[in-house]
């Protein structure tokens, strides 16, 4: 549902070297939608139905057109489907917190290395250790989600890994927070489908527990010390995601993320926008519709001008 781990995609398409930097991909204020879901109940009103169906139509033609939006105006406050509250955390923050996490030593990181079982991933991932294609992957990770209550129910439900040192808390409260916007999200695009914004929850209820969130570090060539030729890198292989929606945070000013545009057989940049997230479709939601939303193949390409990028 939210910020799931990325699978690899039998296309590489790591031939298709043209790019073009063009902002392709519609900013659709949500502001309207949340405020209408936290509302409705006590502020019924024809103004608000309407503003809040037209957000949703912006949503599904983004979907339908792109599979990948902006969206800003999200952290409207709401008690119903999340944890999230205005300026409760600043983007600044997060990526704060998240750049904290890899100086700890080597030494530290390794004690809390994931050890991928039946899809589950949880902890520590190192500089190169995964990779969708044949190019090595300039990047280390952190991989976490919800921590089960009780015995899991699934084999994607695992306890999470931290460095000793590692405050929880804050990640917790950030991946609570994703979770509120992708259950406003869903309940948006279902709303504008079935003029029913429940008509998913059947499928998206509990969806939290398979979630996961990926805190990663994206490194520059100048600082490859793999030994591996320099055309061979890559922050992310080309891929597609398999979950309902991917929500992500970039780093200001840092530009890598892609997305290929198969119409014109070229990459297209997503760079980072100030009060913004980025989302795009995940498989499950690109076959719920039955193929109506685009899963977007995408990628992340390494630093160019910094030594590094930081995104959730």
Same mark, same amino acid.
């Given at each position: 549902m $939210? ?18 930097? #063009? @902002? ?23 103004? !608000? ?17 792109y ?39 080597? @030494? ?15 902890g ?6 995964e ?8 990047k ?42 992708a ?19 059947? #499928?998206?209820?509990?969806g ?11 490194l !520059? ?6 030994g ?13 995601d ?6 992500? $945070? ?29 989302? @795009? ?32």
């Open positions: $939210l910020l799931t781990v990325a699978k690899s995609h039998s296309r590489t398409l790591n031939s298709i070297l043209k790019t073009r930097s #063009i @902002h392709s991909i519609p900013i659709i204020d949500v502001g309207p939608l949340f405020q209408f879901f936290t509302n409705k109940e006590s502020y019924p009103s024809q103004t !608000s139905t309407t503003t809040a169906k037209a957000c949703s139509l912006e949503l599904i033609n983004a979907c339908t057109k599979g990948a939006f902006y969206i800003k105006n999200y952290s409207a406050p709401f008690d119903q489907l999340g944890s999230l509250h205005r300026n409760s955390h600043t983007s600044d923050r997060m990526l704060k917190n998240a750049r904290n996490i890899f100086t700890f030593s080597e @030494h530290l990181k390794q004690q809390a290395k994931a050890v991928p079982k039946d899809g589950l991933i949880r520590y991932i190192g500089i190169g250790e990779s969708g294609s044949d190019q090595f992957e300039l280390e990770a952190m991989s976490y989600g919800l921590n089960p209550s009780g015995t899991p129910t699934n084999c994607l439900e695992g306890s999470n890994l931290w460095p000793v040192g590692v405050d929880p808390q804050p990640f917790d409260e950030y991946f609570s927070n994703f979770v509120g916007i259950n406003f999200l869903y309940r948006g695009l279902s709303l504008g489908l079935y003029s029913d914004a429940d008509e998913w929850n059947s #499928i998206c209820q509990g939290e527990s398979i979630s996961v969130m990926r805190i990663t570090r994206y !520059s060539k100048l600082n490859d010390r793999s591996v030729a320099q055309k061979n890198i890559i922050g992310s292989s080309p891929h597609t398999w979950g309902f929606f991917t929500v992500i $945070l970039q780093e200001n000013g840092v530009n890598g993320l892609q997305i290929f545009d198969e119409s014109e057989n070229t990459w297209i940049d997503i760079p980072p926008k100030v009060g913004t997230l980025v989302v @795009h479709v995940g498989d499950f939601l690109s076959l719920l519709t039955n193929g109506k939303f685009k899963s977007p193949l995408h990628r992340v390409i390494t630093p160019q001008e910094v030594s590094e990028r930081i995104s959730y």
